[in-house]
């Protein structure tokens, strides 16, 4: 639905939001910010301590309602039962966000003979995020009420991050980007909008356990100075699942400070 002004343009009261790895790091900042604006969250990850601590703060703040369920997105069997849980619990799913994943790095010539590393980063990083969009998007496409898909990819989808070495992680993060493209024209014709952020270095429990030499670093070469916060990718994401963002689909929105201006 798309708004005609500017009042409760980014509500998203009633509104049901699975977030994967929902829990910590930028998905805590999505979650949060979503929670913020009215939305329901499930939360979808492994770590139930973790998330359970979660969903007792949201629900001691938030008008929403909340919950976690575990999920594996490496295994379809579990992304299938965590979404039935959360359509059996709240009726139905209005928004996805794929933000599970982790930095898979190393030169290709140095991996096993497996390929294990490549395969893995690819397994997560990218076909998580398919498993989670054939099943919430089918449920969008079924129920006949459109939706929002949103997949958080990386600036490294883009550029090649020297000195790190994340060819695996970079790749799959790039494949991420055009199936955005690709199915933000396939699904509009549902009313499914499937958007991106891409994100930049951004405070989060891996960001933070960086030598303080190696952020500053990275921060050196950051035109606004400074690492990313959270929240700031949950205000995209709020925009981006909320009907201000109705007219974009198949975007992939760069938050990163202007770090990839110069690569």
């Avoid at 396939?186 to 030598?211: E, F, L, Q």
């Amino acid at each position: 639905m798309h708004i005609t002004s500017m009042e409760n343009a980014f509500s998203l009261a009633g509104k049901t939001a699975i977030v994967t790895g929902g829990n910590r790091g930028i998905g805590l900042g999505i979650s949060t910010a979503l929670a913020h604006h009215g939305a329901n969250v499930a939360i979808l990850c492994r770590d139930g301590d973790s998330a359970a601590g979660v969903v007792a703060d949201f629900s001691g703040k938030y008008a929403g309602r909340f919950k976690h369920y575990h999920c594996d997105i490496t295994n379809f069997d579990s992304c299938k039962a965590a979404v039935e849980g959360v359509i059996g619990d709240f009726g139905a799913i209005n928004i996805l966000v794929n933000n599970a994943g982790a930095g898979f790095g190393g030169d290709l010539l140095d991996m096993d003979d497996d390929l294990s590393m490549w395969f893995g980063a690819f397994d997560l990083d990218l076909h998580g995020a398919v498993r989670m969009c054939y099943l919430v998007g089918k449920h969008m496409r079924d129920a006949g009420n459109g939706g929002r898909v949103i997949n958080i990819t990386s600036n490294a989808g883009n550029i090649v991050n020297k000195p790190f070495p994340l060819t695996p992680y970079s790749c799959a993060k790039a494949a991420l980007n055009r199936l955005t493209k690709c199915l933000g024209n396939d699904w509009a014709k549902y009313g499914i909008r499937v958007n991106a952020i891409a994100p930049g270095y951004t405070h989060s429990n891996m960001s933070d356990n960086m030598p303080q030499e190696a952020q500053q670093m990275l921060i050196d070469k950051i035109p606004v100075g400074r690492f990313g916060e959270a929240v700031e990718i949950g205000a995209l994401a709020v925009y981006l699942a909320s009907d201000a963002s109705d007219i974009m689909t198949g975007v992939v929105l760069t938050a990163d400070g202007g770090y990839s201006l110069g690569m």
